[in-house]
């Protein structure tokens, strides 16, 4: 239901070459039922696409060893690489315990 804005009458609708208009009953202003065609135009924004996020693990992606921890006595530990710039120098390989964390390095 809607009035009309100049005089405050109630708005009727028409049907006027299959345009839906609201015309004042009483000064006969006509405007028209811009709310239907917005229903009509407007559609449901699409969601954006939630962009996938691969969740790692907790655990660290780090290969196992089966060596001794210094500290705890556990028998299985992650190690890595690291080589250092100096040529001359040996390649580090660390250790961390898959028990306790406890990290230790070995020249190889
Ligand atoms: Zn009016
Ligand atoms: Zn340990």
Known sequence: MQFCPKCGALMLPKQIEDRPILVCNTCGHATKTAKLEEYKI???????????????????????????????????AYWWLRQTRAADEATTRFYRCAKCGHTWREYT
């Not at 691969?54 to 780090?62: D, F, Q, S, T």
């Open 42 to 76: 407007v559609k449901p924004a699409k969601q954006k696409e939630m962009i996938a996020v691969i969740e790692k693990g907790a655990k660290p992606a780090l290969p196992t060893a089966r060596t001794k921890c210094p500290k705890c006595g556990h028998g299985e």
